[in-house]
């Protein structure tokens, strides 16, 4: 649940540190699923986000959608490793966007055991977004997933405020928000934003760490650091403390942290120990 932000500092006290640790696509999409399986066990992490479709359905999707082979090798691959599927990425709502070509997407990450979809609206016409994702949201209950939208700065909806006036029209239960630390930071939203949101409206988080920026980066800057350049928890200038003492409870923790540059140098395995390493510590330090 998120706290009351004028609730006692007891409170904060009683969360515990061992967060469950998700190992993201994005911090080694060097790596096919087996190898992100593999890797995140033997790093201490207990889940995984699954990447299936990388833009529309029908178009770009990656192997475990296209390989029924595959999907079998990865579901016996996180049996043996004690591991198991966070969240399937990512269910992008545009104009174009046709809520029955998603099902399939649907039922593959219902099949490998993930419990969340990753979504994002870039739809100017909310009515249309709202249909959708409803939509979505009620192809995803009948399959036991919830739709988590993650608010993007320079989508439609960019950020906690627009998030949840989005939640609160769409007023679905399988509707929730995941969180990303980056976008939190970089869409200038707050912990006062938070406390106006139901707390089970947040499943997971996404952690990273950025540095302060004076000015707003341009659109191509964002994405750029999103999608290839992020910090270890801990490296940057985000209130990472401030923000898991928002939330009592102990949600899973995706770690999403690409960093290009520094993989050039350092094979996965290191990326992620310093990854889980950096996070730990962090927790550590609001126990």
Known sequence: MILDLHSQPEMVSRMEQSWPLSLSYYTVPELDALEVVAVAAESGCSHVGL?????QPGDSEMPLMLEPALRRQLLTEMAARGVSALDANTARMIPQSRVVNFLPFLDVAAALGAKHVLT????????RALDN???????AAERGLTIDLEFVPWLSIRDVRSAAAFLRRCNHPAAGIAL?????YRSGSSLEDLADCPADWFRYLQLCDAPLRERSPERDARIHEAVKERLLPGDGDIDLAGLLRAFTDRLPLALEIPQSEVSKTLPARIRVSRAVQATRTLLDSIS
């Not at 870039?122 to 009515?127: L, V």
């Not at 994702?133 to 192809?139: E, G, P, Y």
């Not at 990303?180 to 939190?184: I, K, R």
């Open 51 to 55: 990447r299936l479709l990388s833009g």
């Open 120 to 127: 994002t609206v870039d739809d100017p016409e909310e009515a």
């Open 133 to 139: 994702v409803t939509a979505l949201c009620d192809a």
């Open 180 to 184: 990303d630390a980056l976008h939190f």
